[in-house]
């Protein structure tokens, strides 16, 4: 019994201990209870503010997630406050100040509770946003952190325009002592302010010895401000004033100047001094003295030159010429001073010369003129400058006269227009005679694939119970494709040239089979073997659809005529791709193109077949085929071995749109 009511005294012990602890939780459940009810008050009451405040205002979680932001802070970084309620602060904050800076923050924020640093938010469109942010840790009822509330006041613009204002000041920095002037700021006293390192370098001594002495003229003088110095006349004037003279070296050296003086006024206009602008001139005067020393060297050459040359006053009396003008009119150069062109001419020529000056004087501008000219007697043509002489007002007071003998220049000149005018005629001529025979070739060849179409027609029905009278009729059709074929070749320098074609996307292996279709009995006719190697695994080209069947038609039918029937040849048709291009191959082994032969292939009616009708067109229309949509062929060629003509053939319609413009270019330049 003892032992149970000792039990019995430390179970009530526990259950009154257990009671005490459920009561200091039922009252920390209350205090928590009253302190976030007294909390959600402040926040209501704060929230309007916190609204329309201009400033970023945020509340963060221990985990760094917004719980709540403000409107401004939504809208300047692009979301909605839907959408950045629960976003994590490494989705709007820099990287660099997240890695270096937040986390160490926020051990800091722990430990005192409040902080303040520089922050860099990122916007939805990846724009940055600078600017001071100030933190407040936020605790629990435990005393434990549970996130902060911040404030984030922008300062990007200030930043951005701190940034201008660096960059113009690097830039006036730069531009200051890179250039070659010496720009001074003087004071009233005549002292030099501030400069750059340009007056350094004119005096060949450091900027601590320039500052705060006299201006610039003051370092020849060493005395009293002259009154003829630039910067005097500028502050008695109010206006920029500019005067040349000499500096002085401690060595003794001297160099010239040219000095620009800008007066500086006050807010109030009062007078606070002058910009003294420097020039080193010393190279350009010893120019100008070379110039004169040259001028005596520049008259002799003058008076050498095989040209003629006179000046005119105003009134078109002649003031000089050179040897070679007076030796013309007989007279020594001074000899025509004060003399006019009645006084060398006849009238008529005179008159003429006279006219065309006062034209150019009145008009102020250069001419050249072809003009007759009269010679001891002897009547020629000269080629004529005439340019009109100014005064420092730009006022015209003369004329400058220089000409030349063009009188072989312009017999040689008409017998050329003479022999071009020839050329011209004999080339329209050929070009008939080419377009003839390109147009009656270009006719050929569909007349030609009707005939084949006929012929191959007529051999397939010939082995069945056709009807004769279907037979009779294709025999009565390639009659009159013969005949149309005769008319062609009769009336071929009448014919007319097609009309425009329109290119598109054209699949090579549908176009190459359609051909060796057609030209397969007559392949097998001459020996040859016909084969298209991968061509459907090639991608479109760019070009027009009947140039392209006739060029597979006119290389195909050109290997097959190669063909002499004897022995088995082969024809192989393959193709790659070339960046923009597709590469074609002709590949036959017949009997080759001699060397010398090879070079013309591509001309107009060279053949090297017999007299069989051929034109000696076929390759020429490839290569003008080719040209048009921005393509190019060339062949080579192994006697006894076989040929391979290489063609290439634009993929995108930007490559044959370049080759039109290009050609149009080129027609617009007679090219």
């Known amino acids: 019994m003892p032992d149970e009511s000792k039990k019995y005294a430390e179970l009530q012990k526990e259950i009154k201990s257990l009671r005490l602890r459920i009561g200091e939780i039922e009252r920390g459940k209350t205090q928590q209870k009253r302190a976030e009810e007294a909390l959600r008050e402040s926040e209501e009451k704060f929230r309007p503010f916190m609204e329309s405040a201009d400033d970023f205002m945020a509340i963060i979680d221990r985990d760094r997630n917004f719980t709540y932001v403000n409107e401004s802070m939504a809208r300047t970084l692009g979301y909605s406050k839907e959408e950045m309620v629960g976003m994590n602060v490494t989705q709007v904050l820099s990287k660099g100040d997240l890695e270096k800076k937040f986390k160490l923050k926020k051990e800091e924020l722990i430990t005192k509770g409040e902080i303040d640093f520089e922050a860099i938010w990122v916007t939805r469109d990846g724009e940055k946003l600078y600017g001071e942010l100030k933190a407040i840790a936020v605790y629990d009822s435990e005393g ?19 940034d201008a204002l660096q960059k113009s000041e690097l830039l006036y920095r730069t531009l200051m002592e890179n250039i070659h002037l010496a720009i001074n700021f003087i004071d009233n006293d005549y002292r030099i302010v501030m400069t750059n390192a340009g007056l350094g370098k004119f005096f060949r001594k450091p900027l601590s010895e320039i ?9 020849e003088k060493r005395n009293a401000v002259c009154s003829h110095c630039p910067g005097t006349r500028a502050m008695a004037t109010g206006r920029p004033a500019v005067v040349e003279t000499e500096g002085v070296r401690d060595d003794g050296s001297r160099f010239s100047v040219r000095l620009q003086a800008f007066p500086i006024f006050e807010a109030d206009n009062a007078l606070k001094g002058f910009v003294e602008v420097a020039e080193d001139v010393t190279e350009h005067r010893k120019a100008k003295e070379k110039l004169r020393e040259s001028e005596d060297k520049y008259r002799i050459l003058l008076e050498n030159l095989p040209q003629k040359i006179f000046l005119k006053d105003r009134s078109l009396a002649y003031v000089s010429c050179n040897v070679n003008y007076a030796d013309d009119l007989n007279i020594e150069p ?14 008529e020529l005179a008159e003429k010369y006279i006219a065309d000056d ?33 005064n420092e007002q730009g006022n015209v007071i003369g004329l400058l006269g220089i000409f030349r003998d063009i009188t072989e220049h312009k017999k040689i000149e008409e017998e050329l227009n003479i022999y071009r005018e020839k ?47 279907v037979i009779d009729g294709l025999r009565d ?38 051909i060796f279709q ?24 760019y070009s027009n659809e009947k140039d392209l069947e006739q060029l597979f038609f006119a290389l195909t039918e050109n290997a097959i005529q190669a063909a002499d029937g004897k022995k088995s040849n082969r024809l192989t048709i393959s193709g790659t791709v070339e960046g923009e291009y597709v590469e074609l191959r002709f590949i036959d082994n017949c009997s080759g193109i001699a060397p010398e032969n090879l070079d013309k292939i591509f001309d107009p009616f060279f053949t090297t077949g017999s007299d069989d009708g051929r034109t000696g067109l076929g390759l020429p229309i490839v290569q003008r085929i080719l040209s ?38 080129g027609s617009k330049h007679g090219k």
């Open 423 to 469: 050329m011209v005629r004999a080339e329209r001529l050929a070009s008939l005679g080419t377009l003839s025979a390109t147009v009656a070739h270009e006719l050929t060849q569909p007349l030609t694939v009707i005939r084949l179409s006929i012929e191959n027609s007529l051999e397939d029905l010939e082995d069945t119970s056709c009807c004769k009278t």
């Open 518 to 541: 057609l030209l397969n009995k007559t392949a097998q006719h001459a020996n040859m073997t016909l084969q298209l190697k991968g061509l459907d695994k090639l991608p479109p080209v």
């Open 334 to 347: 001074d000899e025509i001073v004060g003399k006019t062109d009645y006084d060398f001419y006849p009238k």
């Open 628 to 665: 048009e949509c921005g393509g190019k062929i060339r062949a080579q060629s192994k006697p006894g071995k076989g040929t391979t003509f290489y063609v290439t053939l634009p993929i995108h319609s930007e490559v044959i749109k370049s080759a039109s413009a290009s050609r149009r270019r």
């Open 358 to 390: 006062k034209r150019i004087m009145d008009s102020g501008k250069t001419e050249d003129i072809e003009e007759k000219y009269i010679q001891k007697g002897q009547e020629l043509f000269v080629h004529t400058i005439k340019t009109p002489i100014r």
């Open 477 to 514: 059709a390639l009659t009159e494709v013969t005949n149309a074929t005769s008319v062609v070749d009769r009336f071929r320098n009448y014919a007319r040239q097609s009309a425009r074609k329109i290119p598109c996307e054209i699949k090579l292996g549908t176009v190459a089979g359609r």
């Open 211 to 219: 500052i705060g002495k006299y201006c610039f003229k003051e370092f």
């Open 144 to 162: 434990k952190y549970a996130g902060s509330r911040s404030v984030f006041h922008n300062i990007t613009k200030h930043r951005k325009a701190e």
